[in-house]
Antibody, heavy 121, light 107 residues
Framework: EVKLLESGGGLVQPGGSMRLSCAAS????????MYWIRQPAGKAPEWLGF??????????EYNLSVKGRFTISREKTQNMLYLQMNTLRAEDTATYYC????????????WGQGTLVTVSS | DIQMTQSPASLSVSLGETVTIECRAS??????LVWYQQKPGKSPQLLIY???RLHSGVPSRFSGSGSGTQFSLKINSLQSEDVASYFC?????????FGAGTKLELK
């Protein structure tokens, strides 16, 4: 069974940093692109970016809305996905999800339960 | 970025009725349209991918159609467990973008 479990959310001050983690299990982690998506309360999800699989060199792509502030990485041996967030702003307040596509890449068939990040002083 | 316009924003529904939700893309996304269902406090769940392909375990009362820029999700004989929010998403080009959502509420 595919499982994704995010952690690391909480309250952070504007301008601060936070690292989110996503523990993956139930599938061959290195075979899949992995994605981060966020969703402000009551609003639509927003795709943040992804990290490619081993076959494609673990390279990354980002939404321009977070490029330069957010960094996606993965720890291959421990099946962990990370989202490093810097220079946080109030508008970054949201529930953050990691997600896995149905096949190597594409639409999001599997989502974690999410972790809430609140940026406030 | 490709803009996804979803309508209506909310819909008051009765059990047993047929519901249709529309999604329009700002440019041709071929058949790269996905639908998710989301219940309060839960993560989105994949319903339909590639415009009209039902994800595993999704009831057959759900169906998707369309191509190019116009797409729709249809729910036949609405059940109580279908009362939720629905989002469309394009996966034709990065950044993947979502519609603003449609919230179903019981009359």
């Amino acid at each position: 069974e595919v499982k994704l479990l995010e952690s690391g959310g909480g309250l952070v001050q504007p301008g601060g940093s936070m690292r989110l983690s996503c523990a993956a299990s139930g599938f061959t982690f290195t075979d899949f692109y992995m994605y981060w998506i966020r969703q402000p309360a009551g609003k639509a999800p927003e795709w943040l970016g992804f990290i490619r699989n081993k076959a494609n060199g673990y390279t990354t792509e980002y939404n321009l809305s977070v490029k330069g502030r957010f960094t996606i990485s993965r720890e291959k041996t421990q099946n962990m996905l990370y989202l490093q967030m810097n220079t946080l702003r109030a508008e970054d307040t949201a529930t953050y999800y990691c997600a896995r596509p149905l096949t190597t890449t594409g639409w999001f068939a599997y989502w974690g339960q999410g972790t809430l990040v609140t940026v406030s002083s | 970025d490709i803009q996804m316009t979803q309508s209506p924003a909310s819909l008051s529904v009765s059990l047993g009725e047929t519901v249709t939700i529309e999604c329009r893309a700002s440019e041709d996304i071929k058949n790269g349209l996905v639908w998710y269902q989301q219940k309060p406090g839960k993560s989105p769940q994949l319903l339909i991918y590639a415009t009209n392909r039902l994800h595993s375990g999704v009831p057959s009362r759900f169906s998707g159609s369309g191509s190019g820029t116009q797409f729709s999700l249809k729910i036949n004989s609405l059940q109580s467990e279908d009362v939720a929010s629905y989002f469309c998403q394009q996966c034709d080009d990065y950044p993947y973008t979502f519609g603003a959502g449609t919230k179903l509420e019981l009359k």
